[in-house]
């Protein structure tokens, strides 16, 4: 990590939240775990690891916290600018039409509502939407979020280019409530 490292992002991160942290690191001596575990990491993982098994670490992690992150406000419903996306029904409605998306354009979508007005690098919608291990081009996204936008009809242009970097969901201020 290039300003800090893993410690001292644990400490910035558990000042102001309880998010589920798993660290993973090179770092393998019993201290270094022993020290993650006393900052409030919730999993330590030394490199290399197993992909599958890294992903059997979140899922447990979100079976374990799910609850608690439904009673800190966390909605299986986002809506702005007229978009509606219901998570636990899987579905996505513009101005009260539903829009039919394909899964990796519903995650697409989702992750660009979740970031409303973040830009975000190409990569980093590759590590977050297609995850660790996609060995594709970047330039698949360019293709997803073409076919989105086609889709969203005008609400399209609420993903706006970011030339030479990646994309940004932007909806107009004022019109942007998650419920």
């Not at 419903?77 to 219901?86: K, P, Q, W």
């Not at 829009?99 to 919608?125: C, H, P, V």
Request: proline fraction near 3%.
């Amino acid at each position: 990590m290039p300003r800090m490292d893993g410690y001292q992002a644990t400490r910035e991160i558990r000042r102001t939240s309880q998010v589920p942290i798993i660290m993973l690191t090179a770092k393998s001596e019993e201290q270094d775990e022993l020290q993650g575990f006393e900052l409030g990491v919730d999993e330590y993982v030394t490199k290399p690891f197993s992909p599958k098994a890294l992903v059997a670490r979140v899922d447990a992690i979100l079976r374990r916290t799910s609850g608690e992150q439904q009673g800190q406000g966390e909605t299986d419903r986002l809506e702005i600018a007229g978009i509606v996306m219901d998570k636990k029904g899987h579905t996505v409605t513009i101005d009260g039409k539903p829009l039919e998306l394909s899964f990796k354009e519903y995650e697409l979508l989702q992750y660009f509502m979740e970031n409303n007005g973040i830009a975000l690098s190409r990569d980093r919608i590759l590590n977050n939407v297609w995850n660790y291990d996609y060995f594709g081009d970047a330039r698949t996204i360019d293709t997803h979020v073409k076919k989105l936008r086609s889709k969203m009809g005008d609400k399209g242009e609420l993903i706006k280019t970011i030339w030479g970097m990646g994309y940004k969901f932007e909806a107009p201020t004022g019109d942007n409530s998650n419920t």
